[in-house]
C-alpha cells in the first residue's frame, strides 16, 4: 500500500481555511512509530506550530471520531490538542490541530528518577479520572464493539473471557491454570458488583500522553479505540502497558493514588482482572503473525510467570503496596 505523502502546497491552501494570512515555513515528519503519517508543521502569520495527520479515506470515521473527542475535551479543560479542520481533500483525510506542548511520555517516562516517574503516574492518573468524570456524548462509540450500558459491558466481558481462555488452553498450556482462575475469579466479582459505566480511552498509555518537564500531562492522544465501560477496564489496561511498555512492575500504585484515593480489594482484583484479559487480547490479535512478533508472546508469558511466582511467596500485594 503506497505510503501518504505530504504535498506542502496543498496542506497549505487547508491552512489558510483557517489562518488566512499563513505561510507553510517548513514541515518533518514525527519520529514515533505512528499509523497515520503525522508532521510537524511551522507556520508564520501567525508565528504558530501545528500538526498536521494524514489518514487512509477508509478510516475516515474513526479519525472523525478522535477528533470530535480532541475538542470535547480541550473545551472541558483537560490537555487534548484543538482541532482546527479536517476532512477529505488530495484524496486523503486530513487533521490539522494545535501541537500540545511537553513531549512523549514514554521517552520522558524512560529518563526520569524514580521520583519524576511516580510524578508522571500519579499525574497520568489524575487526568484519566477527568476524562472518565465527563458525561458520555453521543459520539464516544467504537468502531467495531459498541457497548450501550452496563449490562452488555458484562455480557462481552464474559464472552471476551470464554474466548480468550478457550484460545489459550492449548497456547498457554504451562500457565492456563492460572490464568483459568484468575479469569473466573475476576468474573465472580464482577457479575454481582455495582460499575461505573464511563468515557474510556482504552489505549490509555505513556506513548499518547504529553508530559512536560514538571511531570504534569499536557496532551492526551489517539481516541481511535475510545468506547464507553467500566472505568477499571481503562486502568487495567494502563498497568498492562506501563509493565510491558517500560517494563516498569513498580510504580503503578501512583497511577492509583493519581486516579482516586482508596480502593476495595474487590477493585484492585478487578483492575488485576483487566490487566489479563488485555494481555491475552493481545496475545491473541497478534497470534497468527507469531514469526515477527513472538518476541511479544514470550514477554507475555514472562509477565505472568512473574506474577505467579510472586504469589507463591505471597510477596505479589494489593491496594496501596507495590505490586
Not at 500457565?175 to 474510556?200: G, T
Request: with cysteine; hydrophobic share 35%.
Amino acid at each position: 500500500m503506497p505510503e501518504l505523502k505530504f504535498n506542502q502546497n496543498k496542506v497549505q491552501t487547508l491552512i489558510r481555511k483557517v489562518f488566512p494570512k499563513s505561510s507553510v515555513k517548513c514541515h518533518e515528519r514525527f519520529s514515533e512509530g505512528l499509523v497515520n503519517p503525522t508532521f510537524r508543521v511551522r507556520i508564520s502569520n501567525p508565528s504558530k506550530t501545528l500538526v498536521v495527520k494524514l489518514g487512509r479515506l477508509k478510516r475516515k470515521s474513526t479519525i472523525k471520531k478522535n477528533n470530535l473527542i480532541l475538542n470535547y475535551l480541550s473545551e472541558r479543560g483537560i490537555p487534548a490538542p484543538k482541532v482546527y479542520y479536517d476532512g477529505v481533500f488530495d484524496r486523503k483525510f486530513i487533521t490539522i490541530m494545535d501541537l500540545a506542548p511537553g513531549e512523549n511520555g514514554t521517552s520522558v517516562y524512560k529518563n526520569a528518577s524514580q521520583k519524576m516517574k511516580r510524578k508522571i503516574l500519579l499525574n497520568s492518573g489524575k487526568a484519566l479520572r477527568n476524562i472518565h468524570n465527563l458525561r458520555v456524548p453521543d459520539f464516544w462509540v467504537h468502531q467495531n464493539h459498541e457497548i450501550k450500558n452496563d449490562k452488555e459491558w458484562k455480557s462481552w466481558t464474559k464472552l471476551r473471557i470464554e474466548k480468550y481462555l478457550k484460545f489459550f488452553r492449548k497456547k498457554f498450556e504451562d500457565i492456563y491454570p492460572f490464568l483459568e482462575k484468575e479469569l473466573w475469579d475476576f468474573w465472580n466479582i464482577l457479575e454481582c458488583e455495582k460499575i461505573d459505566f464511563v468515557p474510556l480511552h482504552w489505549d490509555y498509555h505513556l506513548s499518547n500522553i504529553n508530559i512536560d518537564r514538571h511531570g504534569e500531562v499536557t496532551g492526551i492522544f489517539d481516541f481511535d479505540n475510545a468506547m464507553k465501560g467500566h472505568s477499571l477496564a481503562d486502568l487495567g489496561q494502563t498497568e498492562y502497558w506501563i509493565v510491558f511498555g517500560v517494563d516498569d512492575f513498580r510504580n503503578f500504585p501512583s497511577f492509583l493514588q493519581g486516579y482516586k484515593k482508596d480502593y476495595s480489594e474487590k477493585e484492585i482484583l478487578m483492575i488485576r482482572g483487566y490487566f489479563i484479559l488485555h494481555l491475552l487480547a493481545v496475545s491473541r490479535s497478534i497470534w497468527f503473525r507469531k514469526k515477527r512478533l513472538s518476541w511479544i508472546i514470550v514477554k507475555h508469558k514472562k509477565i505472568i510467570n512473574r506474577i505467579i511466582n510472586e504469589n507463591s511467596k505471597k510477596e505479589y500485594k494489593v491496594g496501596k503496596s507495590h505490586r
